[in-house]
T-cell receptor, first 110, second 115 residues
Framework: GQQLNQSPQSMFIQEGEDVSMNCTSSSIFNTWLWYKQDPGEGPVLLIALYKAGELTSNGRLTAQFGITRKDSFLNISASIPSDVGIYFCAGQSYGQNFVFGPGTRLSVLP | EAGVAQSPRYKIIEKRQSVAFWCNPISGHATLYWYQQILGQGPKLLIQFQNNGVVDDSQLPKDRFSAERLKGVDSTLKIQPAKLEDSAVYLC?????????????FGPGTRLTVL
């Protein structure tokens, strides 16, 4: 079945630093989503991408739909303590349900 | 607007016991999903309902898992009998738009521990 890989698995950064993470697949997807999950909560949608090459921002977050349609990237600028959490990508092919990646765990040091 | 409600939030059972989880989606949302999230992994879809009909249950272990949404509103997910590997967080999500799975709103989940 379809599988997604996310890197890095975890990262520790200083408050104020920028963060980059990515999601890759062996399959082509038509939609990419990025979620954030806080401890004890369900995932919350951050950004949705629908077109290859698309670059979309949501505040300090920017995500891109890779040209090959097999990858996506998420950047967080000027990180703050509340950015701590697990970031999941999810990809969807036409007519299929979303497949989630294993997540990138972000820790922000003050 | 109230979010997706789930109960209980935590459950500890012994293997071979039965357990049931309840989900109340956001009012008016026709589509409801149950996901299993094992520690350190992303959510995996178990079953998708459109109103009270099943749209996709291809990844539901039907020998022990069952789910229903009798009146097209709230839903229950049951495991009978439970195995150690069923320890996970069970997430419920709902969506207002038929066919638009990118608009899912997740509940807080039920954390199941099987001893």
């Amino acid at each position: 079945g379809q599988q997604l890989n996310q890197s890095p698995q975890s990262m520790f950064i200083q408050e104020g630093e920028d963060v980059s993470m990515n999601c890759t697949s062996s399959s082509i997807f038509n939609t990419w989503l990025w979620y954030k999950q806080d401890p004890g909560e369900g995932p919350v949608l951050l950004i949705a991408l629908y077109k290859a090459g698309e670059l979309t921002s949501n505040g300090r977050l920017t995500a891109q739909f890779g040209i090959t349609r097999k990858d996506s990237f998420l950047n967080i600028s000027a990180s703050i303590p509340s950015d701590v959490g697990i970031y999941f990508c999810a990809g969807q092919s036409y007519g299929q349900n979303f497949v989630f990646g294993p997540g990138t765990r972000l820790s922000v040091l003050p | 607007e109230a979010g997706v409600a789930q109960s209980p939030r935590y459950k500890i059972i012994e293997k071979r016991q039965s357990v049931a989880f309840w989900c109340n989606p956001i009012s008016g949302h026709a589509t409801l999903y149950w996901y299993q999230q094992i520690l350190g992994q992303g959510p995996k879809l178990l079953i998708q309902f459109q109103n009270n009909g099943v749209v996709d249950d291809s990844q539901l272990p039907k020998d022990r898992f069952s789910a229903e949404r009798l009146k097209g509103v709230d839903s229950t997910l049951k495991i009978q009998p439970a195995k150690l590997e069923d320890s996970a967080v069970y997430l419920c999500a709902s969506s207002p738009i038929k066919g638009r799975t990118d608009t899912q709103y997740f509940g807080p989940g039920t954390r199941l521990t099987v001893l």
